[in-house]
């Protein structure tokens, strides 16, 4: 599956897969990637309900990605906000 993502005036063919992988990797430290794993953190999100949030953006959660609030313990570029937005979005359905 491929998605676009409008990310800071760029256009990226956003990978989902790749999303996975990062999302697995990197954020599953804090956040439950997959319904199989446990939440981490009690204030960091399961991103199943993220993506299922009513009005979900797939390029402002990117957007958002790239200055978070609290602080990631790590820096995504834009193309891996756009991978991981994409790969959120996919568990909306």
Same mark, same amino acid.
């Given at each position: 599956?491929? /998605?676009?993502?409008?990310?800071? /005036?760029?256009?990226?063919?956003?990978?989902?897969?790749? /999303? =996975? *992988?990062?999302?697995?990797?990197?954020? %599953?430290?804090? #956040?439950?990637?997959?319904? #199989?794993?446990?939440?981490?953190?009690? *204030? @960091? !999100? !399961? &991103?199943?309900?993220?993506? =299922? $949030?009513? /009005?979900?953006?797939?390029?402002?959660? @990117? &957007?958002?990605?790239?200055? !978070?609030? !609290? $602080?990631?313990? &790590?820096?995504?570029?834009? =193309?891996? @906000?756009?991978?991981?937005? %994409?790969?959120?979005?996919?568990?909306? =359905?």
């Amino acid at each position: 599956m491929v /998605g676009v993502v409008l990310c800071s /005036g760029s256009v990226f063919a956003a990978d989902v897969q790749r /999303g =996975r *992988d990062i999302a697995e990797h990197q954020c %599953a430290a804090c #956040h439950q990637v997959a319904s #199989h794993q446990r939440n981490e953190l009690a *204030d @960091a !999100p !399961p &991103f199943e309900l993220i993506g =299922r $949030k009513n /009005g979900f953006d797939a390029a402002a959660l @990117a &957007f958002a990605l790239l200055e !978070p609030h !609290p $602080k990631m313990n &790590f820096s995504p570029s834009q =193309r891996d @906000a756009a991978d991981v937005s %994409a790969y959120i979005s996919t568990l909306a =359905r």
